[in-house]
């Protein structure tokens, strides 16, 4: 039976409503101030009333009681996160209203405190409940240099971190928010640093299990490796095997035209990682026919891969599609690079032979990252094409065990 509640005038009930409005706004600015400035986290004496009376007061008709129940219920803490999540779906609008404010900073006031007593635990032995934690240690191991990295990265997210918790689905729908929110003119404006726990944090999320980003996140993320706090920790930081560890399970795990920025990141940062995702653009079902993202995997190949994908890249040798505009050289000949041609120096390169020895001349010029410069390699003509085609064919045929 629902308790009834005495008729008013209308002067009292307008100043009730008032009232009522009047809290709201307080209530609101008050969740403006940073959550660790809200009320201290302390248990509630146990003579005090107990969380769900304490709910049922969140709609008294008394503005002083709302307020009083308010602070109460967050000085409880976690331990009233059930009667709190009874309180967001009840019948009353300021119950829902009010739970569900004081369920948000309930629950960043319990992260943060797992956060601390996680960083603050010298020997390691507890996840205190964190999200993620289990799945990076499993990872990336229980050093202090990753146990160090972790908590960086989820005081640097720790909204990504909690939505670990609602599922892969709202991690996906979380970690594009944040990327697009990092994009915005004003973050731009006002000159916001990637760090280097933001890009980690986002990299591990995206690697989840079940998590399936936008391509544009994703890509994002991934550019994100190339610039500030990242590349220094990639290339001389502390903790770069690491870094390099969780940046290299992302590179292993892209698809599609994100792919494209993972394996430059591999070939970059000589990482073998980049193998997967190149031999993943020529797979059936990929959605990969730019051209540049080919070439690219192309030389990828060619840096981390081995006689055995000769299989991948002979089927090239019919691809005609253009990579390089034509370039006079000396005023006197006109070369053209086309996709087939990076494929063909590759594939000598492969069985150890020097592409300048079967028909490509001089011209090619060695490439520390990319294997070979793809302007070096065209030819003048179909002619001279076909003929070093032919050659390797008849290599092939002579030899044709990888």
């Not at 020997?123 to 240690?137: I, Q, T, Y």
């Not at 973050?187 to 944090?201: C, D, K, Y």
């Not at 079967?358 to 410069?373: K, N, S, W």
Request: hydrophobic share 40%; aromatic share 8%; proline share 6%.
């Amino acid at each position: 039976m629902h308790r009834l509640r005495p008729r008013r005038s209308n002067s009292i009930a307008n100043s009730n409503q008032n009232a009522r409005a009047t809290g709201l706004v307080r209530f609101a600015a008050l969740l403006a101030v940073p959550v660790c400035l809200a009320w201290p986290v302390r248990a509630e004496p146990p003579d005090g009333p107990n969380a769900e009376e304490l709910v049922r007061q969140l709609g008294d008709l008394r503005f002083s009681v709302r307020e009083r129940a308010t602070e109460q219920l967050v000085r409880i803490g976690s331990d009233a996160l059930p009667a709190l999540d009874a309180g967001a779906r009840h019948r009353d609008r300021e119950i829902r209203y009010r739970s569900g404010r004081i369920l948000t900073i309930v629950r960043k006031n319990d992260f943060q405190r797992r956060l601390e007593a996680f960083a603050s635990d010298a020997r390691g032995e507890k996840d205190h409940g964190l999200p993620g934690w289990r799945a990076f240690r499993d990872a990336f191991g229980v050093s202090t240099a990753s146990r160090s990295l972790f908590v960086e990265m989820v005081r640097a997210e720790p909204a990504l971190f909690q939505s670990l918790d609602e599922g892969p689905k709202e991690a996906a729908f979380t970690l594009d928010n944040r990327t697009l929110a990092i994009q915005q003119p004003a973050a731009q404006v006002g000159g916001e640093v990637i760090s280097l726990g933001t890009v980690a944090a986002m990299l591990f999320v995206m690697t989840e299990g079940g998590v399936e980003p936008s391509d544009q996140a994703s890509n994002f993320v991934l550019s994100s490796c190339f610039q500030g706090s990242f590349d220094k920790a990639l290339s001389d930081g502390p903790n770069r095997d690491l870094v390099r560890k969780i940046l290299g399970k992302a590179i292993e795990q892209s698809h599609d035209w994100p792919a494209y920025t993972a394996i430059r990141l591999a070939l970059r940062y000589d990482m073998g990682e980049g193998l997967k995702p190149a031999l993943r653009t020529f797979e059936g079902g990929q959605n990969v026919n730019i051209v540049y993202i080919r070439q690219f995997a192309i030389l990828a190949i060619g840096r981390f891969g081995d006689r055995s994908h000769t299989d991948v890249l002979e089927p090239l040798l019919d691809d005609p599609t253009p990579c390089v505009p034509a370039q006079a050289i000396n005023k006197q000949m006109t070369f053209e690079t086309q996709l087939r041609d990076i494929a063909l120096a590759v594939l000598w390169k492969l069985h150890g032979q020097d592409p300048q020895n079967h028909g490509f001349g001089d011209r090619v010029q060695e490439d520390p990252q990319l294997v070979f410069h793809p302007s070096t390699l065209g030819f003048p003509g179909d002619a001279e094409r076909q003929a070093a085609i032919r050659e390797w064919h008849a290599f092939r045929k002579a030899a044709p065990n990888p």
